[in-house]
């Protein structure tokens, strides 16, 4: 039986996308299914469009976090669930040179309210990527909450602006008449240290001052938004998506869920992992923060840590069970791992073929058939499985092999393998293979690696061979390669395999016949 491999793997940042990569092992490992992941951020909405039998889209025009206007899809399920990736909208691809204190979440809030004019039952939101720090001042101002200074409120106000605010009001704010439910792999709090913008700020464009500062602002928020707050003792994932998190959860009661879980449940991951041998999974880097509620982390806290797989682009953690890095086992060179991601991989694909059994390394098991009257020397390129398994050459009864020598010389069959010794003897021909040894995946001949090639001269100048016939493409390929000084004095013929099964017993029998007669 196969052995099958179920794909869930996070994109390498920078290097190769989760898609990409399912798709290589895909091809790789025929037997393989691939499930795709995110942690809330882009590639969100494509997950669940793939995950979902069936779906709408909802458009709905609204403003990006540099005030431009922009198209965001929303993706509703048939019970009426919606799924929002907010990185449409506010994500750290749409940044540009603009100060970090000038990025607005307003038009997430735009998008919040218009759902309301829609029926859908729970709103789901992926967090992740997000390019602004401003704890959804902004959201919550297209909502209807007003900021105000001495009395005079605040028009679309940035998160600066909260230093000489003295009060904001909830008497026109609009709740979502649907529940919400946050979707990201970030659990920090919302400030110090650990929070949204000491941890993070940094990588959206925020100097230290700057940091410092923002932190400032968001205590400031804080406090004026304290008479409106719920379940305030909540803290995990406040910092997420520069404090949005922390609105969603403490204002419009918003229900938090990790990325990796999430997604895990709604594949309903904990049953169908049973169907499948390994699971191979896999993020860019593989760190300490890698068990800190992400793909990995996630993936073996619901798993046999024997039959899963970890492919990275950098190890730089002490967890070193089943994982496979391209840095530094495999590229010496970080810039070129990150550059040319695939061609590692394919190193890596080989290295968990040979560790779960699929290659394995063979050996020629049977001598060479020939006798003292051979002439004709047909060779295959390794012997099948089967072949192996009885020791003697086309034993795969599918294998069309000893039909076609049968009919070429009109003889009866030969049911047993004395009868197809004989068959083979009274006309004269002597079988082999052009490998002895080599790494092969079962009977598979475009997967033979590390080929030790047979003594073809010492065959040739030991007997009266004075034709040499190869059986199959792979096998001619693997002549041509290894033995260019005959090629002009063999014939290439047509497998017998019944992978070739386009060919017909009666065709290959005319096509042997012009060649053995």
């Known amino acids: 039986m196969a052995t099958k491999f179920l794909l869930i793997f996070d994109s390498f940042k920078g290097s190769i996308s989760s898609s990409e990569i399912e798709n290589y092992f895909k091809r790789a490992l025929p037997d393989s299914t691939a499930f795709p992941i995110s942690d809330g951020g882009e590639g969100f909405l494509e997950c669940i469009k793939k995950l979902l039998k069936s779906y709408k889209t909802i458009n709905i025009t609204a403003h990006s976090l540099k005030n431009k206007i922009i198209n965001v899809e929303i993706v509703v399920d048939e019970k009426g669930n919606a799924y929002l990736e907010s990185s449409q909208i506010v994500g750290l691809n749409l940044i540009g040179e603009e100060n970090i204190f000038h990025r607005t979440s307003f038009g997430l809030g735009e998008v919040l309210l218009k759902l309301n004019e829609y029926k859908i039952r729970d709103l789901y939101v992926g967090l992740g990527g997000s390019g602004l720090s401003e704890m959804g001042l902004g959201l ?41 439910h946050i979707v990201n792999d970030v659990d920090n709090p919302l400030t110090g240290i650990n929070g949204a913008n000491y941890v993070y700020a940094k990588q959206k464009g925020a100097n230290e001052e700057e940091i410092k500062l923002l932190d400032f602002c968001f205590e400031k928020l804080k406090t004026l938004l304290s008479d409106y707050l719920i379940k305030i003792s909540d803290t995990k994932g406040d910092g997420s998506a520069g404090g949005l998190g922390f609105i969603f959860k403490h204002i419009l009661n918003a229900e938090y869920h990790q990325g990796i879980e999430f997604v895990l449940k709604l594949i309903d991951y904990d049953k169908i992992k049973n169907r499948y041998d390994y699971v191979i999974t896999g993020e860019g880097k593989f760190d300490n923060q890698s068990f800190n509620e992400k793909v990995v982390g996630g993936i073996l806290s619901h798993t046999d840590s024997d039959k899963v797989i970890i492919v990275c682009g950098i190890n730089e953690n002490e967890y070193q069970k089943n994982v496979y890095a391209i840095y530094p086992k495999y590229a010496k060179d970080i810039n070129d791992a990150i550059k040319y991601p695939k061609k590692y991989l394919k190193e890596i694909i080989l290295d968990i073929k040979r560790k779960t059994g699929i290659l394995t390394k063979e050996k020629h098991s049977f001598p060479l058939f020939i006798d003292k009257d051979s002439k004709i020397l047909i060779l295959g390129s390794f012997p099948s499985v089967k072949s192996r398994e009885e020791n003697f050459y086309y034993m795969n009864p599918y294998n069309r092999f000893y039909k076609v020598i049968a009919g070429v010389y009109n003889q009866p069959f030969p049911i047993d393998l004395n009868a197809k010794k004989e068959l083979l003897s009274k006309h004269h021909i002597a079988l082999y293979d052009v490998i002895e040894e ?16 047979a003594d073809i001269a010492g065959i040739i100048n030991k007997s009266k061979i004075n034709k040499i016939i190869l059986n199959g493409g792979e096998a001619g390929k693997l002549f041509k390669k ?36």
């Open 482 to 517: 290894y033995f260019p000084q005959y090629v002009d004095k063999v014939f290439f013929l047509p497998s017998t395999s019944p992978r070739n099964a386009s060919m017909s017993v009666e065709k290959l029998i005319s096509i042997y016949q012009s060649v053995l007669l």
């Open 438 to 453: 080599c790494e092969i995946e079962g009977s598979k001949d475009n997967s033979i690696i590390n080929p030790k090639v």
């Open 140 to 180: 919550i101002t297209a909502l209807g909450a007003k900021l105000s200074r001495e009395g005079k409120i605040i028009d679309n106000p940035f998160v600066d602006d909260v230093l000489d605010a003295d009060y904001i009001n909830f008497n026109n704010f609009v709740y979502p008449n649907y529940s919400i």
